[in-house]
């Protein structure tokens, strides 16, 4: 698995619920970040962290918010879902030391 | 910020053809470039990089090259074979201050057997 873990798998929201997508890896890689992805779109980069107590915005930041207390975990949550958030959400890992990143098995969320 | 451009959208060959798929970057800065394969309803799995001191890779019947000049790069498949169908992703990474990665947007690729 990557060493990736995420929850739920499949998620159905209703506009303006929030919720919270898990991610979590068995090791001490320092960055972690969320991607999602649409068709004919690609991953996009939602937020990304560098460490413990350090985030930064990707490239579609916009109706997410993310933490990292920990190593191990960096939840994405979600304010007050919209249908533009319909999408598949990665979860990713990667080490300092070379610029592989490994992905999480994903989420899929729908929001009606 | 960086710009991955990826060509073609879909593919088809048959069994046993070479496969190739471009893609091209706009930073010049950016220093690693994956590929991805996801099947479907599965995560993107890394099969192959390259490094920006590198010109080309091989790993059995999968290659890169890269051309920092033109600043493209391509996946070559040798000798396909129907498990290769998939979705490939190229990606570059600029490494400034954290290993931002800018995927292209993919390529679908069929092998008929």
């Known amino acids: 698995n990557a060493g990736v873990t995420q929850t739920p798998k499949f998620q159905v929201l209703k506009t303006g619920q929030s919720m919270t997508l898990q991610c979590a890896q068995d090791m001490n890689h320092e960055y972690m970040s969320w991607y999602r992805q649409d068709p004919g779109m690609g991953l996009r980069l939602i937020h990304y962290?560098?460490?413990?107590?350090?985030?930064d915005q990707g490239e579609v930041p916009n109706g997410y918010n993310v933490s990292r207390s920990t190593t191990e975990d960096f939840p994405l949550r979600l304010l007050s879902a919209a249908p533009s958030q319909t999408s598949v959400y990665f979860c990713?890992?990667?080490?300092?030391?070379?610029?592989?990143?490994?992905f999480g098995p994903g989420t899929r969320l729908t929001v009606t | 910020g960086e710009n991955v451009e990826q060509h073609p959208s879909t593919l088809s060959v048959q069994e046993g053809d070479s496969a190739v798929i471009k893609c091209t970057y706009s930073d010049s800065a950016s220093n690693y470039f994956p590929w991805y394969k996801q099947e479907l309803g599965k995560r993107p799995q890394l099969i192959i990089d390259?490094?920006?001191?590198?010109g080309e890779k091989k790993d059995q019947r999968i290659a890169v090259t890269l051309n920092k000049t033109a600043k493209h790069f391509s996946l070559h498949i040798t000798e396909t074979q129907p498990e290769d169908s998939a979705v490939y992703f190229c990606?570059?990474?600029?490494?400034?201050?954290?290993?931002?990665?800018?995927f292209g947007t993919g390529t679908r690729l069929l092998v008929s057997p």
């Open positions: 990713a890992k990667g080490q300092g030391s070379s610029y592989e990143q490994y």
């Open positions: 390259i490094r920006s001191n590198v």
């Open positions: 990606a570059a990474l600029s490494n400034t201050g954290f290993q931002k990665l800018v």
């Open positions: 962290s560098v460490g413990a107590g350090i985030t």
